[in-house]
């Protein structure tokens, strides 16, 4: 059996992972990272896109609200090009208390975020959608964040630095001897292959699944809740500026805008299972009216896609044991496992926002260094991620520009999210993926108004000639999406989403007739059925 | 005094228009936009799947109309879908259309799979896989809608009743359209009216075709004289030449659309266009007249006959809000068959989805009825897609559930009106 030798294997493709992978890599450490789906699948690709200012928590957790603008700051240098400074408003509704409003001014100062109370006439004018019964405005450093955009090019500085990417390898156990994780052993889940990654330290970053991780490797009792919070794109840019109700952290109490989307979000379910999110009509009926509350006509405007998210809220079933870990704060867990199971070579980083992602890789990889003996200094708050380098944030009109630029020159392939076919053809031969949702996570693809309803047939099409894969494969491959697709949009289609469905159920199967594809060879199908 | 307005100009709305007119009625055709000829593939599919596949339609009906009793079919009648499908083949000359209702095409998809049809464009209809065939498909490169090596691998393993043997290949090629790498099917269409953009393509063509290769191409050749389009290559090539239907809009569904409204006008009925019907006034069980909205006024379109041919949910006729009400916009007649919360889609997008059968319901004279089966409107006939009680992408029955039933409210308002 082949196996792969490494200095640090990380577990988990989410922005944590990500996160420690490149932080580790760009220390100098061998690094291979494990994802058993696409990066970014989890938890990280199903949330608002809200970079914090830390105004959300300047009131009930500074400690958070402190991180959060310390990281937004070094965020705005090193990842400018996933970031789209729209700004923030904290905004009191009529069902907000007015008096809030000085708790938070005084929250903000105490943390060091900067912010500024402007009369509401001068925030109707900015936002004329909002709600003109808004009594108080507060301008805060909020900002939309590419969480996506974010994985992949921290994944791609880890390449830089000679780590591994493997996707789609799932963790089947973690190879231990006495007191000692050396690894771990995986199985590639497209081929089926295999083999153990043998590793000096094994980094558990896989969020909301991270105890069943732990579990494996002999540390019970690393209990992560897993919290739902669903989430509903809106056609179109509502707000150009991030709105928040100024009010405690409650449900449905944030507006994101977000490329050429807005999301409303959020809530927060416990559930038993992080991998079964359902979404339901009740959920779906409160976000529209919290979206009411802060545009009014919400409910008019057409719904994209809604999805559910799982938050890992980390509790520690020994936690008086670990409760003087000076790294842990109360928004992210970092666990020493030699400390508390005396178990070494292994380390549990859990909880935590996006936000704070690449801090909480630093102090991650800062006790990976102390229980190694060694040090090495952290370089991701100090060199930009290589498509940030020029230091200019991400603009609404960045892809619009470059289609102008060629318009005669290249086809576009999806209307509604401007992507054109060389950009599509060049992602699909870096991926090398077969799976088009994972194309769609990549350049945003099918994620606009139609839903993929005209950009995936011509998907198809490309990935088939720029793979070399057989039909089976790309018919297989289209069911599919159209299959992932469905579970987002089936719950908000009302309005004009339905009807946009309707032009999609005809062109899918009243023009291409996908439903009598074959997706697999006949001989095949026959070995399935009688092996 | 108008005697017929019909509003909506898909392919139902058109076909009893023009049918009234033809019988010496005045008639008034009012459309909110040009109608859903121009996303559909222009075939005239009548019913593809039974579940299975039916591969004679005539046969299959009866039974199919006996066991969905709520379907449209049932309503209309297998004899009035026969006599429809007659009354539009002779419609057209010069650009014709194939077929009978005894028998299915199957005729390969823009992605290659194959798809039942009944009555097809004749420029469609060497694609048939019935018995087989040696096919060549030819993609143009500045078309992004039409991808041939996909297409050709699908219809090669393709499994037809028959078993007859396919084998397909795929060529790409260039046509000479200079500066623009990005050219929609529209467009192209119309490039292909021009006879030197044809001999160009023949002669790229011409240099990679092989044995007695049918050749298929994505269906663009032609607007305003598609037929000659079509024998042109034909004769060049030597060789039967076939146009595949893909992503709106369908150039064969504009073909079809201009055809049937030069029909209607030049028999003398008149078209508005960008006239949304907005509300309407009746009086007991008959409708007086229809409030369109239009130059930013609201006016009533009076008439003795109205026929609804707005459309289901996919043009917006029938709404559903976001608290799941439902509503038909122009009478707000009942809309049945809509499922209980919870129950509105199946989370399989491949399910058969129960909201997809929402509509009007309507006795065998096409006049919409209430929940308990009481006839609403004595001058109001409901046709296409807003009737209830199909899934007409799955079954492949749009068309012919527009076509047929057009053609029976036309009987209706005929035998009323005169």
Avoid at chain 2, 24 to 49: E, N, Q
């Amino acid at each position: 059996m082949k196996s792969v030798q490494t200095e640090v294997l990380v577990i988990g493709g989410g922005a944590t992972g990500a996160g420690v992978a490149w932080d580790v890599a760009t220390r100098g450490f061998d690094t291979v990272l494990v994802e058993r789906k696409d990066l970014g699948e989890g938890t990280t690709g199903r949330f608002h896109g809200l970079l914090h200012s830390g105004g959300r928590y300047a009131v009930k957790d500074k400690l958070a609200a402190e991180e959060c603008i310390h990281e937004n700051l070094v965020l705005r240098r090193v990842a400018a090009n996933t970031i789209e400074n729209t700004g923030g408003y904290f905004v009191t509704t009529p069902w907000d208390d007015p008096a809030f409003g000085d708790r938070f001014m005084e929250g903000c100062r105490d943390c060091g975020i900067p912010v500024e109370e402007i009369a509401p006439p001068d925030a109707f004018r900015a936002e004329p959608r909002i709600n003109r019964d808004i009594s108080r405005v507060f301008t805060v450093p909020d900002a939309a964040i590419d969480a996506w955009k974010l994985v992949w090019d921290c994944a791609k500085s880890t390449k830089e630095h000679n780590g591994k990417i493997l996707t789609y390898h799932r963790v089947l156990d973690i190879l231990r001897t006495g007191d000692v994780v050396r690894g771990a052993s995986v199985r590639n889940e497209l081929s089926g292959e295999e083999f153990d990654v043998h590793a000096d330290v094994t980094i558990n970053a896989t969020g909301a699944w991270a105890g069943k991780v732990a579990d494996m490797a002999g540390c019970p009792g690393v209990q992560v809740l897993a919290g739902k919070g669903i989430m509903i794109a809106m056609n179109h840019r509502l707000v150009n500026v991030v709105v928040n109700r100024c009010t405690m952290p409650a449900d449905g109490d944030i507006l994101v805008p977000i490329r050429t989307v807005s999301v409303i979000g959020t809530t927060d379910i416990r559930i038993k299972d992080p991998d079964e999110p359902d979404v339901t009509q009740a959920e779906v009926e409160q976000m529209l009216d919290d979206g009411e509350k802060l545009v009014p006509g919400f409910r008019r405007a057409r719904a994209l896609r809604v999805w559910a998210g799982v938050r890992p809220l980390f509790k520690d079933v020994r936690a008086p044991e670990t409760s003087d870990t000076r790294d842990v704060s109360r928004s992210h867990a970092l666990l020493d496992h030699e400390a508390r199971d005396g178990v070494t070579g292994f380390l549990t980083i859990t909880g935590g926002k996006l936000t704070t992602f690449r801090m909480m890789a630093e102090e991650t990889v800062d006790k990976m260094c102390e229980q190694l003996g060694t040090r090495r200094e952290c370089r991701t708050s100090i060199d930009p991620l290589p498509a940030s380098r020029t230091g200019k944030f991400y603009w609404l009109g960045e892809r619009l520009s470059k289609r102008e630029a060629t318009m005669h020159e290249d086809q576009l392939i999806c209307e509604c999210e401007l992507i054109q076919r060389r950009n599509l053809e060049r992602v699909m031969k870096q991926r090398s993926s077969t799976i088009l949702d994972d194309i769609r996570r990549a350049v945003r693809l099918g994620m606009g108004p139609c839903q993929g309803g005209f950009c995936m047939y011509r998907a198809t099409g490309i990935l088939h000639d720029v793979e070399r894969i057989d039909s089976w494969t790309a018919n297989r491959s289209l069911r599919d999406f159209l299959q992932e697709r469905w579970k987002g949009v089936q719950p908000i289609l009302y309005g004009d989403q339905l009807r946009q469905a309707r032009l999609d159920d005809w062109i899918f199967h009243g023009v291409l007739d996908v439903e009598h594809l074959p997706t697999d060879r006949l001989e095949d199908r026959a070995e399935r059925e009688h092996p | 005094m108008r005697d017929v307005l019909v509003m909506g100009m898909g392919t139902s709305g058109l076909v009893a228009a023009l049918r009234c007119q033809e019988a010496g009625l005045k008639v008034t055709l009012l459309a909110k936009g040009v109608g859903s000829t121009h996303l559909a593939p222009g075939t005239i599919d009548v019913l593809g799947y039974d579940p299975e596949l039916v591969e004679n339609p005539s046969e299959a009906l009866p039974r199919f109309a006996d066991r969905n009793p709520e379907h449209p079919y049932a309503r209309i009648g297998a004899d009035v879908v026969a006599r429809s499908l007659e009354w539009f083949s002779e419609r057209f000359d010069g650009y014709r259309y194939t077929g009978s209702v005894d028998e299915n095409f199957l005729l390969p998809t823009a992605i290659g799979s194959i798809k039942p049809s009944t009555l097809v464009p004749e420029t469609l209809a060497a694609g048939d896989l019935r018995k087989g065939g040696r096919l060549l498909f030819v993609g143009l490169r500045q078309l992004k809608d039409f991808y041939p090596a996909l297409t050709a691998q699908n219809v090669a393993n393709a499994k037809t009743p028959s078993g007859a043997d396919i084998s397909a290949r795929a060529v790409q090629i260039e046509p000479p359209i200079s500066g623009e790498a990005d050219v929609t099917g529209l467009a192209l269409a119309r490039k292909f009216d021009d006879p030197g953009f044809l001999d160009a393509v023949a002669t790229q063509i011409s240099a990679l075709v092989d044995g007695d290769e049918a050749v298929g191409l994505p269906a663009v050749l032609g607007l305003r004289r598609p037929r000659e389009v079509w024998e042109g290559l034909q004769e060049a090539l030597g060789r039967p030449v076939f146009e595949i239907p893909g992503l709106p809009p369908s150039v064969p569904g504009v073909r079809l659309h201009e055809i049937l409204v030069a029909q209607f006008e030049s028999a003398g009925g008149r078209v508005v266009v960008g006239a949304e019907a907005v509300g309407a006034d009746t009086e007991g069980d008959r409708v007086t007249a229809v409030r369109v909205a239009a130059a930013a006024r609201i006016k009533p379109f009076v008439a003795r006959h109205f026929v609804l041919a707005t459309g289901g949910f996919g043009s917006g006729a029938i709404e559903m809000t976001s608290s799941w009400k439902v509503r038909e916009n122009v009478f707000d007649l009942p809309v049945m068959g809509v499922p209980a919360d919870g129950q509105r889609f199946s989370p399989r997008y491949f399910d058969r989805q129960p909201m997809g059968r929402a509509g009007i319901r309507i006795d065998d004279s096409l006049h919409p009825l209430d929940g308990s089966g009481r006839r609403l409107y004595a001058n109001l006939t409901v046709v296409g897609a807003c009737i209830a009680g199909s899934e007409a992408w799955r079954e492949k029955s749009g068309e012919g559930i527009s076509l047929s039933s057009g053609y029976k409210a036309a009987t209706t308002v005929i035998e009323e009106a005169m």
